[in-house]
């Protein structure tokens, strides 16, 4: 069974960090390309940032450049999305996704609320 549980979400200020797990099971997940994406409320989905299977390339959103950084362990099946300099606008759901080939997965998500 295919599993993936987002988890570090939470309430924090503006300016503040926030580090997001996404720990999965239940497929090979040293062949999968790992990514985060985030919905805000009235708005689509977007990607935030994406991880080769490897790990040897990250790609960011423009607006996430500089301040977020994706990373992974592949020895605990696990994805990473550190956040800094949280804004306002960075409230949304936070989904985990696998992909390869033709398959993908996604995880249930978190919810990630910058409020003062």
């Known amino acids: 069974q295919v599993q993936l549980v987002e988890s570090g979400g939470g309430l924090v200020q503006p300016g503040g960090s926030l580090r997001l797990s996404c720990a999965t099971s239940g497929f090979t997940f040293g062949n999968y390309a790992m990514s985060w994406y985030r919905q805000a409320p009235g708005k689509e989905r977007e990607l935030v940032a994406s991880?080769?299977?490897?790990?040897?390339?990250?790609n960011y959103a423009d607006s996430m450049k500089g301040r977020f950084t994706i990373s992974r362990d592949n020895a605990k099946n696990t994805v990473y999305l550190q956040m800094n300099s949280l804004k306002p606008e960075d409230t949304a759901v936070y989904y985990c996704n696998a992909r390869w080939r033709w398959y993908a997965y996604w995880g249930q998500g978190t919810q990630v609320t910058v409020s003062s």
């Open positions: 991880i080769t299977s490897a790990g040897s390339s990250t």
